[in-house]
């Protein structure tokens, strides 16, 4: 080889300077994005989103449930043109993928959720917020994300709970989420042994983690208060530390409180949790629009059934009738498909953008959301499908279990 065909070979690419640059031109990939967060977190902090309940086997098993499909695509296809989006709602979003609700969003990154609406704003792809945000229902609209969701969880206060419904639909949030896997708190050990409050208290465990992550720390001291923007401060302190603040929440919530969100919210509604098919039916019949299939990523009831092991059975119990959004496990673009194959409208995700967003701040949340989509296109081309509804066509043999997956295993809803 010839010294200037070995030059044309190598090409020398001039250094990063910028921190953000250089972190982000290491991660190409979710899992890229989650070593790069767990780099820049302390401890604490990275354990809160990476963490679930007690044993974590459901933060396990949400992945598991992904891989235990296979793909048999279709040869000879001309997918020079995929067409990934869906109609949700009435509306057209231009990829199957909406952004989770998070709680202490600000704790990742002082930004917190203005930098994810600002990330996605252009996408337009649906932002929930949670009722343990960091960021005000107002402030996040003001935004001008155009396609912002409310996550709520029913508070022993009827009236915070109904102001809270009142303030998002005079702030023009597009859809209403209703959590009910949280009628107590999750155990999240590892926030329990770290002794993780909002805000961060100082301890000798905490001085010394301030030693090792000096970034981060000095940026969340420069920065406003760390608060629960709409929850604000509960009777004698209650609800401070992450692993109790579900004392605000109501456990006796029913079925005559959905009826009364219903009256509140006349918007597209939907129930969030690990809702079986008969739960499904009866919310849909009790007008409910929509069912968001999520064992909150595992940290509420761990060893609950894995989101993508419910998706059709829900999908069968219902039928047309109303929309399912599906989260919790989800961290490729080929996961979207998996739950798309299986029945569900929408993937969400959380901890995914979470990572981007702790990693490198609103371009790090940006590169999360590029990362899937880019990855669901790329995924249907291989398959040999060029839409949604071709993908949903041909599902059940583009998409098949594994056949060790099939061992043991019984169809969610259905005795063994």
Known sequence: MKLAEARELVQLRPPLLRPVERVLARCHSVEDLRQAARRKLPRAVFDYVDGGADAEHTVLANQAGFHGWAFQPRALRDVSAPDLSVELFGRSLAAPLGLAPTGYTRMMHPSGEPAVAEATANMAL???LSTVGTTSIEDLAATGH???WFQLYVLK???HTRS?????????YEALEVSVDTAVPGNRARDERNGLTIPPQLSARTILDIGAHPGYWTSMLRSPL???ANLGAGPDGAGRTVAHVGVRFDPSVDWDDLDRLRAWWRGPLL????VSPAD?????????????LSNHGGRQLDRTVATIDMVRPVRDALGDKATIVVDSGVRHGADIAVALARGADMCMVGRAYLYGLAAAGTAGARLAVDVLVAQFRRTLQLLGVTSVPELRQHADTLVVRRPTAEVGMAPWGQAR
């Open 126 to 128: 649906p932002y929930c």
């Open 146 to 148: 155009p396609r912002l």
């Open 157 to 159: 206060d009827r009236g």
């Open 164 to 172: 809270l419904v009142e303030r998002a639909a005079a702030a023009g």
């Open 226 to 228: 760390l608060s629960f």
């Open 271 to 274: 129930l969030k949790g690990p």
């Open 280 to 292: 499904a039916v009866r919310a849909v019949a009790a007008g409910v629009d929509g069912i968001h």
